[in-house]
């Protein structure tokens, strides 16, 4: 990534919700965007992803089975391992630990998500699990629609996010 970035939004969580939405972000005037997410935590005490779903120009999520993603993880316990799935309805982007209080951070590249293709995406994200411990998730994956995409949702079916910051760039070529 040699390119200039230039911030499109930034958003900072004020009211707890299981869904924030990001409208507007992904246009023609770039091919490739990152995403930060600093901080962002719960007060629930149920463990659970942080899920990263596309919506187009209208702000219908994409929720069908097009997404195909894999994950490798690693942590201080120790304990690693992967996973891949083929037909999914989202991509992974983080995750919180079970007890009130803990966070994730990830960044993550967008590719192409305005174009009449395929999108693609990388992630990196690691989660506070505790003072001695602490997982790294490496991911990657591709939306199978080649609609323009103008925004995302992170989503956690599960709990509410109740503060966090998410910057989303355009990478200028």
């Keep these: 990534m040699s390119g200039k970035l230039e911030l499109i939004n930034k958003t900072t969580i004020s009211t707890s919700s299981n869904n924030i939405h990001i409208a507007d972000v992904f246009s023609s005037k770039f091919n490739t965007y990152k995403i930060v997410v600093s901080n ?20 219908t999520i994409t929720t069908n089975y097009n997404y195909a993603r894999f994950r490798m993880f690693g942590s201080a316990a120790p304990n690693v391992g992967s996973s891949d799935n083929s037909n999914v309805v989202q991509f992974f982007f983080g995750e919180i630990d079970g007890d009130s209080g803990r966070n994730t951070s990830s960044v993550g590249y967008i590719y192409n998500p305005f174009q009449s293709g395929y999108t693609f995406a990388t992630s990196e994200a690691i ?44 990478i200028a070529d």
Excluded: C, W
């Design 127 to 170: 989660s506070s699990s505790g003072s001695d411990n602490a997982k790294v998730f490496f991911t990657g994956g591709v939306l199978r629609n080649t609609g323009s995409m103008t925004g995302y949702v992170l989503r956690n079916p599960n709990r509410n996010y109740d503060e966090g910051t998410i910057l989303t760039y355009g």
């Design 40 to 59: 962002l935590t719960s007060v629930d005490s149920s463990a659970s992803q942080v899920d990263l779903r596309f919506h187009d120009g209208s702000s």
